[in-house]
């Protein structure tokens, strides 16, 4: 049974870091391009950053770019997205995603 579990979200204050973790199994990991994905109420959903299956290469939406890293360690079949200079437009559920499916989610607030 496939499984993406994310964990990492919180309440934050602007200018502040957080760190997302997104636990695969189920599926070879390894082997897929995984992405993070957000969605913010009444907004459509954005991606915000996408991985190749060994990590050599990444993408990110203009509105991350330099302030979000996205990295995987695929011993633990683990997905991260380190996060920097939050601000209020990042406040979102962020969702890791592979080809066939995402997570449920973790609430990411940025809030004084």
């Known amino acids: 049974q496939v499984q993406l579990v994310e964990s990492g979200g919180g309440l934050v204050q602007p200018g502040g870091s957080l760190r997302l973790s997104c636990a695969a199994s189920g599926f070879s990991f390894s082997a897929y391009v995984m992405s993070w994905y957000r969605q913010a109420p009444g907004k459509e959903r954005e991606l915000v950053a996408s991985i190749s299956a060994i990590g050599g290469s990444t993408n990110y939406a203009d509105s991350v770019k330099g302030r979000f890293t996205i990295s995987r360690d695929n011993a633990k079949n683990t997905l991260y997205l380190q996060m920097h200079n939050l601000n209020a437009e990042d406040t979102a559920i962020y969702y890791c995603?592979?080809?066939?499916?995402r997570g449920q989610g973790t609430q990411v607030t940025v809030s004084s």
């Open positions: 995603a592979w080809r066939s499916g």
